[in-house]
C-alpha cells in the first residue's frame, strides 16, 4: 500500500489498473483501493493548496 501512495504522489500519470491489481492481489477490497486513493488525493490538494498560498509548517513539524 505504501508503495502504491508513494507511486502515485510522485507519478500519478503511470498508474494503472495493474497497481489497483497488485493491492486487490494483497486483500485489498475495492472499498479499501478507493479509500486509499482518496486519502493520497486528499493530501495532495490539501498541499498544493498551502504552497499555492505560501502557508508556512509549523516549527515543530520541520524535519530534517
Known amino acids: 500500500m505504501l508503495e502504491f501512495a508513494e507511486r502515485l504522489t510522485r507519478t500519478p500519470g503511470a498508474m494503472s489498473e495493474e497497481h489497483v491489481g497488485a493491492l486487490r492481489s494483497l486483500g485489498?477490497?475495492?472499498?479499501?483501493?478507493?479509500?486509499?486513493?482518496?486519502?493520497?488525493?486528499?493530501?495532495?490538494?490539501?498541499?498544493?493548496?498551502?504552497?499555492?498560498?505560501?502557508?508556512?509548517?509549523?516549527?515543530?513539524?520541520?524535519?530534517?
Request: charged share 25%; hydrophobic share 45%; proline share 3%.
Open 28 to 64: 485489498f477490497s475495492d472499498r479499501d483501493v478507493l479509500d486509499i486513493v482518496e486519502v493520497i488525493a486528499y493530501y495532495a490538494y490539501a498541499n498544493r493548496i498551502a504552497d499555492g498560498l505560501g502557508v508556512t509548517i509549523e516549527p515543530w513539524m520541520e524535519h530534517d
